[in-house]
């Protein structure tokens, strides 16, 4: 069975403190792995694709890295409007369905 | 690109009525939608995995009579509660993913009050 797990549950930053959030998995075979960002009583809304180890992608002051084990959430100079909560995703080979499973989680609070 | 919208954002219902939630893709064809459940604090759930013209796929657990799952077109999907009760009461989100695209792009969400 797929597994995601995030950590910390909760992250209070100062802004422009830098700092990581992990995201550890399991999964029979990687298809992808996703980073989605979930503002509070809305959907969440796409970030980045990884697809291999070693792949990094950045969009503003965030950037993804993918091991074979776990991805990192890296977040440099963050501002309030960053706070929100950050999900991870696996999606396994195989299959027609394109299925995601969900890990729990990182709410970041950035305090001004 | 890539927007979903889903409809209604809010629904407040007394317990035994059956609600519809829609979920259209805007901008693009969907060839699959999902619905997914999520509680306060926790993950999305996943609740069924539906393909344009096809019957729904249900997660184990999830009562395909209850959870009505209607996929006519390739811009909308249906989520109907039957005979919704208080412990139905949750957010749900749908999403949809275009044909060669292994992205999923959600809807705002339906808050879901059954009293």
């Known amino acids: 069975e797929d597994q995601v797990t995030q950590s910390p549950e909760a992250l209070r930053l100062q802004e422009g403190e830098s700092s990581s959030l992990n995201c550890s998995y399991t999964?029979?075979?990687?298809?992808?792995l996703f980073w989605y960002r979930q503002d509070p009583g809305k959907g969440p809304e796409f970030l980045f694709t990884l697809y291999s180890a070693g792949e990094e992608k950045e969009k503003e002051r965030l950037k993804a890295t993918l091991t074979k084990k776990e991805s990192f959430l890296h977040i440099t100079a963050p501002k309030p409007e960053d706070s929100a909560t950050y999900l991870c995703?696996?999606?396994?080979?195989?299959?027609?369905?394109?299925?995601?499973?969900f890990g729990k989680g990182t709410l970041l609070t950035v305090n001004p | 690109g890539a927007v979903v919208s889903q409809h209604p954002s809010r629904v407040i219902c007394k317990s035994g009525t059956s609600v519809k939630i829609e979920c259209r893709s805007l901008d693009f064809q969907a060839t699959t939608m999902f619905w997914y459940r999520q509680f306060p604090k926790q993950s999305l759930m996943l609740m069924a995995t539906?393909?344009?013209?096809?019957?729904?796929?249900?997660e184990q657990g999830v009562e395909k009579d209850k959870f009505l799952i209607n996929h006519a077109s390739l811009t909308l999907s249906t989520l109907t509660v039957t005979s919704a009760h208080p412990e139905d009461s949750s957010f749900y989100i749908c999403?949809?993913?275009?044909?060669?695209?292994?992205?999923?792009?959600f809807g705002a969400g339906t808050r879901l009050s059954v009293l």
């Open positions: 999964v029979s075979g990687l298809r992808g």
């Open positions: 539906s393909n344009e013209g096809s019957k729904a796929t249900y």
């Open positions: 999403s949809a993913r275009g044909q060669g695209d292994n992205i999923q792009y």
């Open positions: 995703a696996v999606q396994a080979r195989g299959g027609s369905n394109y299925k995601l499973t």
